[in-house]
C-alpha cells in the first residue's frame, strides 16, 4: 500500500529525495495567546506564509501555553499523523524558565539536526548581534518527520523560514522518509496520545 508520501516523492537534480510539496504542522507556544479568544499569532502566521509561498501547503495549526506536556503532546500529535511532512514550533525558546519548547520537543527526536540550530543563530547574529546566543532553537527527527523549533518573533521565524527551513525540508522530508517509500507505516500507533 502506498502513502501519500510516495505521490509528492521524486529526486532532485543531484538525485536526492523530496517531498514536494510538503504539508505543514505548526504549534504556536505561548501562555498569554492561549488564553485569548482570538489571539493574534505573528509567528505563525509568518510560519504559514514562509511554506505557502513556496507552493507547501499547512494542514494544521495549534496554539498550546508554555507548558512541557501541552509542548510534547501537541508535537506528538502532529508527528504521528501520515499527512504531515514536517512541523515548525514558535515560541518558548528563551531562557525563562517558561521557556521549555526545546526541552519538550527534543525529548521526541530520534536523531538530532545540530546544523539547524548552529546556522540560525548565525544569521541571527547579523539582525540582533550577541542577543543570538540566548536563543535555544534547535531541530530534530521525531517520527521520520523534520520538527523545527523556533523563537516567536516573526522576524526569527522569517529568518529560519526562508534561509534554512523551506529550502531545505523537501530533502530532509525526503531522506527521512526513503525506507518507507512504497510501504505502509504501523509504527506511528505508539506515537499517539499516551
Request: proline share 5%; hydrophobic share 30%.
Amino acid at each position: 500500500m502506498t502513502t501519500d508520501h510516495d505521490e509528492r516523492r521524486s529526486t532532485d537534480d543531484h538525485g536526492h529525495d523530496v517531498i514536494d510539496p510538503l504539508h505543514v504542522g505548526i504549534v504556536t507556544v505561548s501562555s498569554s495567546r492561549a488564553r485569548e479568544d482570538d489571539p493574534d499569532d505573528p509567528g505563525g502566521d509568518t510560519i504559514q506564509d514562509c511554506f505557502e509561498a513556496d507552493d507547501h501547503e499547512v494542514r494544521a495549526r495549534l496554539l498550546v501555553r508554555d507548558d512541557y506536556s501541552a509542548i510534547k503532546t501537541a508535537v506528538r500529535q502532529l508527528v504521528a499523523r501520515q499527512d504531515i511532512d514536517v512541523v515548525c514550533t514558535t515560541g518558548g525558546t528563551g531562557v525563562t524558565v517558561d521557556d521549555v519548547s526545546p526541552e519538550a520537543t527534543s525529548s521526541l527526536f530520534e536523531r538530532e539536526l545540530p546544523g539547524f540550530g548552529e546556522l540560525f543563530r548565525s544569521l541571527s547574529w547579523d539582525e540582533v548581534g550577541t542577543r543570538a546566543m540566548a536563543s535555544r532553537a534547535t531541530a530534530g527527527i521525531a517520527v521520520d518527520t523534520p520538527v523545527f523549533c523556533l523563537p516567536g518573533s516573526k522576524s526569527a521565524c522569517e529568518t529560519a523560514c526562508e534561509e534554512l527551513i523551506v529550502p531545505e525540508t523537501p530533502h530532509l522530508a525526503g531522506l527521512a522518509t526513503r525506507h518507507r517509500s512504497g510501504t505502509s507505516d504501523q509504527t506511528l500507533a505508539e506515537y499517539r496520545d499516551e
